[in-house]
């Protein structure tokens, strides 16, 4: 067996490479999530007394969506072109391939994730640069990461990949967005780490059961 | 060099994560301070029978329906048993 | 008849009968609630409906688990035929809880965490069915299902637990290691004996799906058979 860390690094740079040359994913979360935010801009209105109780909701449902779309594009070089089988045939560990898959598209969703803010800052005249934001979005994200990538390589083999994905991640990640948009409010609000700690804590306990679940069960997904 | 073997590890932290998210959940449930009442409308008891007829009716048509849909399915299975044993005859016949 | 016949049929008699006296109960023998009036006795199938597809879901979890476990079809039929019945028993949930709210509370819907919780649970074993039947054939879409079966289960908890977690409209959890709501004590035994009733209505129905679906199976192979005897597809049906 192959050593575990170089795996996945070497995995996660494969990613990052091909990502380099065609900025699929990113370019996909970035123009879904802007499009988002602008949309519910516009649609709920220039009020300011509207603004702020939305714009959390507003930030999370942006991320969400835009997040499946990246993770819908995780797999899809792989099973299209083969790739999966030749890693599969290599010694490597499968947490190995699922640590890295993951890893990839966190990455990538927090890059996006990371561009997205400026641009909501102006819609939504909200500072979105607090630590304590930048932390839920990073814990969030894990959690998407994590489930996102096993159902990712659920869903390419079924038979309408765009439909099932959604249909899987969506409804398992809602207490990550439910955790995520309290303590999101909570932060824009000026609140303390004391006042978010309930929402903070389940964000965290679902990523560790999200984590160790996923790199359990992807090896069962593999299998041909 | 033995290789690193990760499936000990994972199996702690699965047992641990099992462990801590079921034990984190009531402990989170012991923060929370509201308890709720609902606030119902009360007025002539007699008003809302539409309502508590809809939900018994709903239930059993909703039981009822399963049932024949899973009678539906044995007797589409009956029937395809028929038609693969007159293939076996047939396929008898020509041999 | 066979000694499994007998028993089922026996099965069904018992939970004929029980359902009868509970419906006596119901309607003539528990006292009227005096805040909500009649329309209260709907709490005896909402609240059952509830913990029977609890116990449903946990039982998609076993099969799941014994599945990827062992890898025996048995597990597989198990995990199906309990999160079918599962989908079933949560619609009436929503549906019930939908009809019980529009007079209570004014409206027929809102946004609080255990209703957006429970009908998140039903959106994950509808995702359930979906994925069995948009996988390719073999042994993979059982596996697939089999990862959901479990992961999904965490909702379970999740739902139950929501009351407490959060703040919400919904009444409180009454039975169970959350328990803090208080009820009169006959409305308490007939709540129990309710939800006795459609546990055995459940597993009635679990014990006729699971050998539906083994029997489906079964003809399925046969008919894999039949095809490779005649060199022909089969078009039948």
């Given amino acids: ?224 | 060099m033995k290789p690193f073997s990760l499936k000990p590890l994972v199996t702690l932290l699965v047992v641990s994560a099992i462990f801590v998210s079921t034990a984190a959940i009531p402990a989170l449930a012991q923060q929370d301070i509201s308890v709720q009442v609902t606030n119902a409308e009360s007025g002539d008891t007699e008003t809302n029978l539409p309502y508590l007829f809809a939900v018994y009716s709903i239930t059993w048509i909703a039981f009822f329906a399963y049932l024949y849909y899973m009678s539906q399915r044995q007797r589409n299975l009956r029937s395809e048993v028929e038609e693969l044993r007159q293939i076996l005859a047939e396929k008898e016949g020509k041999d | 008849m066979s000694i499994g016949m007998v028993l089922k049929n026996g099965l069904f008699v018992v939970c004929a009968t029980m359902m009868l006296v509970i419906l006596y109960l119901i309607f003539m023998w528990v006292p009227t609630d005096n805040i909500q009036g009649t329309v209260q006795r709907i709490m005896y199938f909402h609240v059952s409906v509830a913990w029977v597809a609890f116990l449903a879901f946990f039982i998609v979890l076993v099969g799941s688990v014994g599945y990827l476990w062992k890898g025996t079809s048995k597990w597989d039929h198990l995990a199906y035929s309990a999160a079918e019945i599962g989908v079933l028993l949560t619609t009436l949930l929503l549906i019930t809880g939908i009809l019980w709210a529009k007079p209570i509370w004014g409206v027929w819907w809102t946004w609080e965490p255990r209703l957006t919780t429970s009908l998140m649970l039903w959106l994950i074993y509808v995702a359930y069915l979906m994925l069995r039947a948009y996988s390719p054939p073999g042994n993979q879409g059982a596996r697939y299902a089999a990862v959901l079966g479990i992961i999904g289960f965490i909702d379970v908890p999740i739902v139950y637990y929501s009351v407490k977690l959060w703040r919400t409209v919904h009444p409180q959890v009454i039975v169970g290691p959350a328990a803090s709501g208080s009820l009169d004590s006959s409305m308490r035994i007939l709540l129990f004996l309710t939800v006795a009733t459609f546990t055995v209505l459940f597993v009635y129905l679990l014990i006729d799906r699971v050998s539906l679906r083994k029997s489906e199976d079964e003809v399925e192979w046969v008919r894999g058979i039949a095809e490779q005897a005649s060199h022909l597809p089969l078009s039948l049906r």
């Fill in chain 1, 1 to 224: 067996m192959t050593k575990f860390w170089p795996t996945v690094a070497a995995l996660m740079w494969k990613d990052i490479l091909l990502e380099l040359r065609t900025k699929d994913i990113v370019i996909s979360i970035l123009a879904f999530a802007l499009l988002s935010l602008i949309i519910f801009n516009f649609a709920l209105g220039p009020s300011p007394q509207i603004t702020p109780v939305v714009a959390p909701g507003v930030l999370w449902v942006a991320f969400t969506f835009a997040g499946v779309l990246g993770l819908t594009r995780a797999f899809v070089l792989e099973k299209d072109q083969g790739n999966l089988v030749g890693l599969l045939i290599t010694p490597t560990s499968r947490e190995a391939i699922y640590v890295g898959k993951m890893l990839g598209s966190l990455f990538f969703m927090l890059m996006s994730e990371i561009i997205l803010l400026p641009a909501f800052a102006v819609l939504f005249n909200i500072s979105p640069f607090r630590p304590e934001l930048l932390l839920i979005i990073l814990l969030a994200t894990i959690g998407f990461a994590s489930i996102g990538t096993l159902f990712s390589a659920i869903a390419i083999n079924t038979r309408s990949r765009e439909i099932m994905l959604p249909m899987l991640f969506l409804p398992i990640v809602v207490p990550i967005i439910i955790g995520a948009v309290m303590a999101s409010s909570t932060a824009f609000e000026g609140g303390s780490w004391s006042d978010m700690t309930k929402s903070v804590q389940l964000i965290a306990v679902f990523d560790v059961v999200a984590l160790v679940f996923s790199a359990f069960a992807f090896e069962h997904v593999l299998q041909e």
